[in-house]
Protein backbone atom coordinates (compact mmCIF):
# COMPACT_ATOMS: atom_id res chain seq x y z
CA UNK A 1 0.00 0.00 0.00
CA UNK A 2 3.19 2.60 0.89
CA UNK A 3 4.55 1.74 -2.14
CA UNK A 4 1.46 2.01 -4.27
CA UNK A 5 0.40 5.37 -2.83
CA UNK A 6 3.79 6.62 -3.47
CA UNK A 7 4.33 5.72 -7.13
CA UNK A 8 0.91 6.28 -8.59
CA UNK A 9 -1.46 9.03 -9.28
CA UNK A 10 -5.01 9.81 -9.28
CA UNK A 11 -5.53 7.12 -6.69
CA UNK A 12 -6.41 9.19 -3.70
CA UNK A 13 -9.59 10.02 -4.44
CA UNK A 14 -11.94 11.84 -1.99
CA UNK A 15 -13.42 8.34 -0.30
CA UNK A 16 -10.38 7.68 0.59
CA UNK A 17 -9.79 10.63 3.27
CA UNK A 18 -12.10 9.11 5.80
CA UNK A 19 -11.21 6.10 5.54
CA UNK A 20 -7.06 6.83 5.45
CA UNK A 21 -7.49 9.43 8.60
CA UNK A 22 -9.65 6.32 10.58
CA UNK A 23 -7.46 3.87 9.90
CA UNK A 24 -4.29 6.22 11.44
CA UNK A 25 -6.54 6.92 14.55
CA UNK A 26 -7.75 3.26 15.60
CA UNK A 27 -3.93 2.21 15.10
CA UNK A 28 -2.58 5.12 16.73
CA UNK A 29 -4.18 6.64 19.11
CA UNK A 30 -3.55 4.73 22.19
CA UNK A 31 -2.79 5.15 25.87
CA UNK A 32 0.33 5.44 26.21
CA UNK A 33 2.08 3.09 28.88
CA UNK A 34 3.05 4.46 32.35
CA UNK A 35 6.59 6.06 32.22
CA UNK A 36 9.12 3.54 33.31
CA UNK A 37 10.74 5.69 35.61
CA UNK A 38 7.91 8.66 36.59
CA UNK A 39 10.12 9.84 39.51
CA UNK A 40 13.81 8.55 38.95
CA UNK A 41 16.34 10.72 37.40
CA UNK A 42 16.28 12.21 34.72
CA UNK A 43 16.68 10.21 31.30
CA UNK A 44 20.69 10.83 29.87
CA UNK A 45 20.14 10.26 25.93
CA UNK A 46 23.78 9.15 26.38
CA UNK A 47 23.92 6.78 29.41
CA UNK A 48 20.11 5.28 28.94
CA UNK A 49 18.22 3.08 26.56
CA UNK A 50 14.68 4.68 25.86
CA UNK A 51 12.37 1.82 25.98
CA UNK A 52 10.93 1.14 22.97
CA UNK A 53 7.58 0.23 21.57
CA UNK A 54 7.02 -3.52 21.16
CA UNK A 55 4.45 -2.68 18.28
CA UNK A 56 6.83 -0.88 16.54
CA UNK A 57 7.17 -2.69 13.24
CA UNK A 58 3.12 -2.32 12.92
CA UNK A 59 2.92 0.99 13.84
CA UNK A 60 5.73 2.17 11.57
CA UNK A 61 3.73 0.85 8.78
CA UNK A 62 0.85 3.37 9.38
CA UNK A 63 2.68 6.33 10.22
CA UNK A 64 5.00 5.33 6.78
CA UNK A 65 1.37 5.52 4.80
CA UNK A 66 -0.35 8.52 6.57
CA UNK A 67 2.54 10.22 5.61
CA UNK A 68 2.57 9.62 2.18
CA UNK A 69 -0.77 10.48 1.95
CA UNK A 70 0.08 14.03 3.33
CA UNK A 71 3.00 14.41 0.85
CA UNK A 72 1.07 12.82 -2.06
CA UNK A 73 0.88 15.46 -5.17
CA UNK A 74 -3.21 14.45 -4.90
CA UNK A 75 -3.42 15.03 -1.09
CA UNK A 76 -6.21 18.06 -1.44
CA UNK A 77 -6.28 19.83 2.15
CA UNK A 78 -9.78 21.15 1.05
CA UNK A 79 -11.26 17.93 1.41
CA UNK A 80 -9.61 16.28 4.50
CA UNK A 81 -9.97 19.22 6.62
CA UNK A 82 -13.45 17.33 7.29
CA UNK A 83 -11.47 14.74 9.05
CA UNK A 84 -8.10 16.54 9.90
CA UNK A 85 -9.35 18.30 12.99
CA UNK A 86 -8.65 19.96 16.11
CA UNK A 87 -9.65 16.66 17.74
CA UNK A 88 -7.24 14.35 15.61
CA UNK A 89 -4.23 17.22 16.10
CA UNK A 90 -4.56 16.70 20.10
CA UNK A 91 -5.13 13.24 19.93
CA UNK A 92 -1.47 13.29 17.69
CA UNK A 93 -0.21 15.89 19.97
CA UNK A 94 -0.95 13.21 23.04
CA UNK A 95 1.61 10.76 21.29
CA UNK A 96 4.63 13.13 21.63
CA UNK A 97 5.38 11.60 25.31
CA UNK A 98 5.75 8.64 23.76
CA UNK A 99 8.84 7.09 24.87
CA UNK A 100 10.15 5.47 22.22
CA UNK A 101 12.28 8.08 19.92
CA UNK A 102 11.48 6.44 16.96
CA UNK A 103 7.66 7.16 16.85
CA UNK A 104 8.46 10.86 18.33
CA UNK A 105 10.19 11.13 14.72
CA UNK A 106 7.75 10.02 12.73
CA UNK A 107 5.06 12.63 15.14
CA UNK A 108 7.55 15.44 14.14
CA UNK A 109 7.54 14.97 10.39
CA UNK A 110 3.24 14.04 10.54
CA UNK A 111 2.75 17.59 12.70
CA UNK A 112 5.40 19.44 10.95
CA UNK A 113 2.97 18.46 7.67
CA UNK A 114 0.15 18.96 8.86
CA UNK A 115 1.41 22.14 10.05
CA UNK A 116 2.44 22.88 6.43
CA UNK A 117 -0.77 21.99 4.52
CA UNK A 118 -3.42 23.46 7.43
CA UNK A 119 -3.53 26.89 7.39
CA UNK A 120 -6.67 27.24 9.60
CA UNK A 121 -5.04 25.39 12.54
CA UNK A 122 -1.76 26.76 12.69
CA UNK A 123 -2.94 28.74 15.44
CA UNK A 124 -4.69 25.68 17.26
CA UNK A 125 -1.51 23.71 16.75
CA UNK A 126 0.69 26.78 18.69
CA UNK A 127 -1.53 26.87 21.48
CA UNK A 128 -2.18 23.33 22.10
CA UNK A 129 2.02 23.19 22.34
CA UNK A 130 1.73 25.94 24.48
CA UNK A 131 -0.27 24.11 26.89
CA UNK A 132 1.66 21.05 26.81
CA UNK A 133 5.02 23.59 27.69
CA UNK A 134 2.54 25.35 29.95
CA UNK A 135 2.22 22.14 31.69
CA UNK A 136 5.47 20.80 31.93
CA UNK A 137 7.07 23.75 33.06
CA UNK A 138 4.84 24.14 36.03
CA UNK A 139 3.04 20.80 37.12
CA UNK A 140 4.73 17.62 35.62
CA UNK A 141 9.30 18.76 34.78
CA UNK A 142 8.17 15.07 32.43
CA UNK A 143 7.55 14.96 28.86
CA UNK A 144 9.09 13.05 26.14
CA UNK A 145 8.63 15.31 23.47
CA UNK A 146 10.05 18.34 24.57
CA UNK A 147 12.69 18.03 22.44
CA UNK A 148 10.87 17.18 19.11
CA UNK A 149 8.26 20.14 19.67
CA UNK A 150 11.15 22.74 20.05
CA UNK A 151 12.58 21.10 16.44
CA UNK A 152 9.32 22.13 15.00
CA UNK A 153 8.64 25.49 16.59
CA UNK A 154 12.21 26.11 15.36
CA UNK A 155 11.06 25.18 12.05
CA UNK A 156 7.84 27.93 12.04
CA UNK A 157 9.35 30.39 14.05
CA UNK A 158 12.01 30.46 10.93
CA UNK A 159 8.98 31.31 8.71
CA UNK A 160 7.20 33.97 11.13
CA UNK A 161 6.25 37.21 8.80
CA UNK A 162 8.21 40.98 10.24
CA UNK A 163 7.27 42.54 12.32
CA UNK A 164 6.37 39.80 14.73
CA UNK A 165 3.07 40.10 16.33
CA UNK A 166 2.65 39.87 19.74
CA UNK A 167 1.43 36.55 20.30
CA UNK A 168 4.98 35.49 19.46
CA UNK A 169 6.21 37.60 21.38
CA UNK A 170 4.53 36.46 24.75
CA UNK A 171 5.48 33.12 23.17
CA UNK A 172 9.07 33.97 23.12
CA UNK A 173 8.56 35.39 26.92
CA UNK A 174 6.09 33.37 28.69
CA UNK A 175 7.02 30.11 27.38
CA UNK A 176 10.23 29.53 25.45
CA UNK A 177 12.40 31.08 28.56
CA UNK A 178 10.97 29.45 31.81
CA UNK A 179 11.70 26.09 30.09
CA UNK A 180 15.25 26.99 30.73
CA UNK A 181 14.60 26.40 34.63
CA UNK A 182 13.74 22.92 33.99
CA UNK A 183 15.69 20.28 35.42
CA UNK A 184 15.69 18.06 32.75
CA UNK A 185 17.05 21.37 30.40
CA UNK A 186 19.73 19.39 29.11
CA UNK A 187 17.13 16.94 26.85
CA UNK A 188 16.02 19.46 24.70
CA UNK A 189 18.56 22.61 25.21
CA UNK A 190 20.29 23.21 21.95
CA UNK A 191 16.58 22.83 20.34
CA UNK A 192 15.40 25.30 22.73
CA UNK A 193 18.94 27.93 22.26
CA UNK A 194 18.14 27.67 18.46
CA UNK A 195 14.26 29.16 19.00
CA UNK A 196 15.43 31.64 20.78
CA UNK A 197 18.19 32.73 18.62
CA UNK A 198 15.89 32.54 15.90
CA UNK A 199 13.39 35.06 17.83
CA UNK A 200 16.66 37.23 17.98
CA UNK A 201 17.32 37.61 14.34
CA UNK A 202 13.89 38.61 13.63
CA UNK A 203 13.51 40.77 16.62
CA UNK A 204 16.84 42.26 17.82
CA UNK A 205 14.89 44.39 20.26
CA UNK A 206 13.93 41.35 21.88
CA UNK A 207 17.63 41.07 23.09
CA UNK A 208 17.20 42.54 26.15
CA UNK A 209 14.54 40.79 28.00
CA UNK A 210 16.06 37.46 26.61
CA UNK A 211 19.34 38.22 28.15
CA UNK A 212 17.73 39.38 31.05
CA UNK A 213 15.70 36.37 31.89
CA UNK A 214 18.78 34.12 31.32
CA UNK A 215 20.59 35.58 34.05
CA UNK A 216 17.48 35.41 36.30
CA UNK A 217 17.29 31.75 35.65
CA UNK A 218 21.27 31.06 35.47
CA UNK A 219 21.76 27.80 37.44
CA UNK A 220 23.41 28.16 41.30
CA UNK A 221 25.12 25.09 42.07
CA UNK A 222 24.63 23.07 38.52
CA UNK A 223 27.65 23.45 36.52
CA UNK A 224 27.06 21.33 33.32
CA UNK A 225 23.49 23.90 33.07
CA UNK A 226 25.57 26.71 33.66
CA UNK A 227 27.96 25.60 30.72
CA UNK A 228 24.87 25.45 28.64
CA UNK A 229 23.60 28.54 29.81
CA UNK A 230 26.96 29.78 28.44
CA UNK A 231 26.77 27.96 25.08
CA UNK A 232 23.63 29.29 24.21
CA UNK A 233 25.14 32.94 25.64
CA UNK A 234 27.80 33.06 23.05
CA UNK A 235 25.14 31.84 20.09
CA UNK A 236 23.23 35.15 21.47
CA UNK A 237 26.14 37.70 21.48
CA UNK A 238 26.89 35.91 17.84
CA UNK A 239 24.00 37.68 16.27
CA UNK A 240 23.52 40.82 18.57
CA UNK A 241 23.66 43.93 17.56
CA UNK A 242 25.96 46.52 19.20
CA UNK A 243 23.20 48.61 19.97
CA UNK A 244 21.28 46.01 22.03
CA UNK A 245 24.87 44.78 23.24
CA UNK A 246 25.15 48.28 25.21
CA UNK A 247 21.79 47.35 27.22
CA UNK A 248 22.69 44.22 28.47
CA UNK A 249 26.90 44.46 28.87
CA UNK A 250 26.98 45.22 32.35
CA UNK A 251 24.70 42.72 34.07
CA UNK A 252 25.89 40.39 31.50
CA UNK A 253 29.83 41.02 32.22
CA UNK A 254 28.93 40.74 35.98
CA UNK A 255 27.66 37.35 35.86
CA UNK A 256 30.87 36.75 33.24
CA UNK A 257 32.87 37.95 36.20
CA UNK A 258 31.47 34.67 38.28
CA UNK A 259 31.94 32.15 36.04
CA UNK A 260 35.56 33.05 35.67
CA UNK A 261 35.57 32.83 39.14
CA UNK A 262 34.30 29.39 39.62
CA UNK A 263 35.80 26.93 41.14
CA UNK A 264 34.46 24.29 38.61
CA UNK A 265 36.80 24.24 35.45
CA UNK A 266 34.84 23.66 32.68
CA UNK A 267 32.50 27.09 33.75
CA UNK A 268 35.66 29.00 33.96
CA UNK A 269 37.39 27.69 30.79
CA UNK A 270 33.83 28.27 28.92
CA UNK A 271 33.85 31.86 30.12
CA UNK A 272 36.97 32.45 29.26
CA UNK A 273 36.24 31.08 25.35
CA UNK A 274 34.60 34.09 24.84
CA UNK A 275 38.14 35.68 24.48
CA UNK A 276 38.47 33.87 21.52
CA UNK A 277 35.32 34.49 19.59
CA UNK A 278 36.17 37.34 16.95
CA UNK A 279 32.64 39.52 16.85
CA UNK A 280 32.07 39.27 20.65
CA UNK A 281 36.18 40.65 21.17
CA UNK A 282 35.23 43.59 18.59
CA UNK A 283 31.92 44.54 21.14
CA UNK A 284 34.33 44.64 23.97
CA UNK A 285 36.66 46.42 22.49
CA UNK A 286 34.38 49.46 21.63
CA UNK A 287 32.95 48.78 25.20
CA UNK A 288 36.22 48.56 27.55
CA UNK A 289 35.68 51.46 29.60
CA UNK A 290 33.00 49.52 30.61
CA UNK A 291 33.63 45.99 30.79
CA UNK A 292 37.43 46.17 32.13
CA UNK A 293 36.69 47.41 35.48
CA UNK A 294 33.98 44.67 35.82
CA UNK A 295 36.11 41.88 34.71
CA UNK A 296 39.77 43.04 36.28
CA UNK A 297 39.18 41.93 39.84
CA UNK A 298 37.77 38.37 39.05
CA UNK A 299 40.98 37.86 36.09
CA UNK A 300 43.89 39.26 38.11
CA UNK A 301 42.46 37.39 41.48
CA UNK A 302 41.70 34.12 39.62
CA UNK A 303 45.56 34.48 37.33
CA UNK A 304 47.13 33.61 40.53
CA UNK A 305 44.70 31.58 42.87
CA UNK A 306 42.53 29.09 40.39
CA UNK A 307 43.50 25.61 40.65
CA UNK A 308 43.46 24.76 37.12
CA UNK A 309 46.47 25.90 34.95
CA UNK A 310 44.50 25.35 31.80
CA UNK A 311 42.70 28.30 33.00
CA UNK A 312 45.65 30.01 33.81
CA UNK A 313 46.49 30.35 30.39
CA UNK A 314 43.18 31.31 29.28
CA UNK A 315 43.16 34.01 32.16
CA UNK A 316 46.69 35.86 30.75
CA UNK A 317 45.62 35.57 27.16
CA UNK A 318 42.10 37.78 28.77
CA UNK A 319 44.41 39.88 30.39
CA UNK A 320 46.86 40.22 27.34
CA UNK A 321 44.00 40.98 24.79
CA UNK A 322 42.48 43.89 27.40
CA UNK A 323 46.24 45.28 27.72
CA UNK A 324 46.36 45.68 24.15
CA UNK A 325 42.94 47.41 23.57
CA UNK A 326 43.54 50.19 26.23
CA UNK A 327 47.08 50.14 27.86
CA UNK A 328 46.00 53.23 29.75
CA UNK A 329 43.01 51.95 30.93
CA UNK A 330 44.85 48.43 32.30
CA UNK A 331 46.82 50.58 34.41
CA UNK A 332 44.22 52.41 35.97
CA UNK A 333 42.51 48.89 36.11
CA UNK A 334 45.34 47.67 38.02
CA UNK A 335 46.11 50.76 40.31
CA UNK A 336 43.06 50.73 41.12
CA UNK A 337 43.04 46.59 41.61
CA UNK A 338 46.08 47.54 43.89
CA UNK A 339 44.57 50.28 46.09
CA UNK A 340 41.26 47.96 46.43
CA UNK A 341 43.52 45.02 48.03
CA UNK A 342 45.83 47.40 50.05
CA UNK A 343 42.52 49.01 51.83
CA UNK A 344 41.44 45.52 52.57
CA UNK A 345 44.17 44.29 53.87
CA UNK A 346 44.14 47.58 56.26
CA UNK A 347 40.65 46.63 56.98
CA UNK A 348 41.34 43.25 57.86
CA UNK A 349 44.50 44.67 60.12
CA UNK A 350 42.39 46.97 62.01
CA UNK A 351 39.85 44.54 63.08
CA UNK A 352 41.89 41.80 63.96
CA UNK A 353 44.01 44.61 66.21
CA UNK A 354 40.13 45.38 67.78
CA UNK A 355 39.60 41.69 68.75
CA UNK A 356 43.15 41.32 70.38
CA UNK A 357 41.88 44.76 72.84
CA UNK A 358 38.40 42.85 73.09
CA UNK A 359 39.95 39.93 74.06
CA UNK A 360 42.86 41.24 76.31
CA UNK A 361 39.39 43.20 78.23
CA UNK A 362 38.00 39.83 78.77
CA UNK A 363 41.33 38.53 79.95
CA UNK A 364 41.04 41.17 82.73
CA UNK A 365 37.32 40.32 83.75
CA UNK A 366 37.54 36.62 84.49
CA UNK A 367 33.40 36.10 84.60
CA UNK A 368 32.99 36.84 80.99
CA UNK A 369 36.82 35.89 79.43
CA UNK A 370 35.62 32.16 78.58
CA UNK A 371 32.61 33.74 76.31
CA UNK A 372 34.85 36.54 74.47
CA UNK A 373 37.56 33.57 74.01
CA UNK A 374 35.07 31.81 72.29
CA UNK A 375 33.64 34.68 70.66
CA UNK A 376 36.62 35.14 69.06
CA UNK A 377 37.58 31.77 67.91
CA UNK A 378 34.86 31.29 65.75
CA UNK A 379 34.13 34.86 65.05
CA UNK A 380 30.49 34.72 64.95
CA UNK A 381 28.32 38.08 63.94
CA UNK A 382 28.59 40.22 67.13
CA UNK A 383 24.81 40.42 67.69
CA UNK A 384 24.37 36.75 67.19
CA UNK A 385 27.21 36.25 69.94
CA UNK A 386 25.74 38.13 72.20
CA UNK A 387 22.45 36.47 72.24
CA UNK A 388 24.64 33.66 73.00
CA UNK A 389 26.36 34.79 76.02
CA UNK A 390 24.40 37.06 77.38
CA UNK A 391 26.19 36.35 80.64
CA UNK A 392 29.40 38.10 79.40
CA UNK A 393 27.61 40.93 78.04
CA UNK A 394 26.24 41.82 81.72
CA UNK A 395 29.32 42.08 82.64
CA UNK A 396 30.46 44.54 79.78
CA UNK A 397 27.36 46.36 80.80
CA UNK A 398 28.53 46.75 84.20
CA UNK A 399 32.12 48.48 82.90
CA UNK A 400 29.91 50.94 80.65
CA UNK A 401 27.19 51.37 82.75
CA UNK A 402 28.74 55.02 83.68
CA UNK A 403 29.42 56.20 80.21
CA UNK A 404 26.44 57.42 78.11
CA UNK A 405 26.94 55.75 75.38
CA UNK A 406 26.02 52.37 76.99
CA UNK A 407 22.95 53.54 78.71
CA UNK A 408 20.74 51.94 76.19
CA UNK A 409 22.77 49.00 75.69
CA UNK A 410 22.77 48.85 79.21
CA UNK A 411 18.87 48.48 79.72
CA UNK A 412 18.45 46.24 76.54
CA UNK A 413 21.10 43.56 77.86
CA UNK A 414 19.64 43.16 81.20
CA UNK A 415 16.28 42.68 79.50
CA UNK A 416 18.08 40.38 77.47
CA UNK A 417 16.55 36.92 78.48
CA UNK A 418 12.99 38.25 77.86
CA UNK A 419 13.85 40.03 74.08
CA UNK A 420 16.54 38.50 72.46
CA UNK A 421 15.07 39.94 69.68
CA UNK A 422 15.08 43.26 70.23
CA UNK A 423 18.69 42.74 71.78
CA UNK A 424 20.40 41.56 68.55
CA UNK A 425 18.26 44.24 66.48
CA UNK A 426 20.17 47.33 68.56
CA UNK A 427 23.41 45.41 68.15
CA UNK A 428 22.87 44.46 64.50
CA UNK A 429 25.96 46.73 63.09
CA UNK A 430 27.88 47.21 65.82
CA UNK A 431 31.40 46.33 64.88
CA UNK A 432 34.42 44.89 67.11
CA UNK A 433 35.69 48.75 67.23
CA UNK A 434 32.36 50.37 67.74
CA UNK A 435 32.22 47.44 71.13
CA UNK A 436 35.85 48.65 72.09
CA UNK A 437 34.88 52.59 72.52
CA UNK A 438 32.24 51.14 74.40
CA UNK A 439 34.44 49.41 76.93
CA UNK A 440 36.94 52.28 76.52
Request: proline share 6%.
Amino acid sequence: MVEYITHNRNVITEPIYPEVVHMFAVNMFRTLPPSSNPTGAEFDPEEDEPTLEAAWPHLQLVYEFFLRFLESPDFQPNIAKKYIDQKFVLQLLELFDSEDPRERDFLKTTLHRIYGKFLGLRAYIRKQINNIFYRFIYETEHHNGIAELLEILGSIINGFALPLKEEHKIFLLKVLLPLHKVKSLSVYHPQLAYCVVQFLEKDSTLTEPVVMALLKYWPKTHSPKEVMFLNELEEILDVIEPSEFVKIMEPLFRQLAKCVSSPHFQVAERALYYWNNEYIMSLISDNAAKILPIMFPSLYRNSKTHWNKTIHGLIYNALKLFMEMNQKLFDDCTQQFKAEKLKEKLKMKEREEAWVKIENLAKANPQSSESFLELKRREFPLWHAVSCFSAAYKSIVEIAGSRGTGLKLRGSLLSAAPDRARLRAELAGLPPAGLLELLS
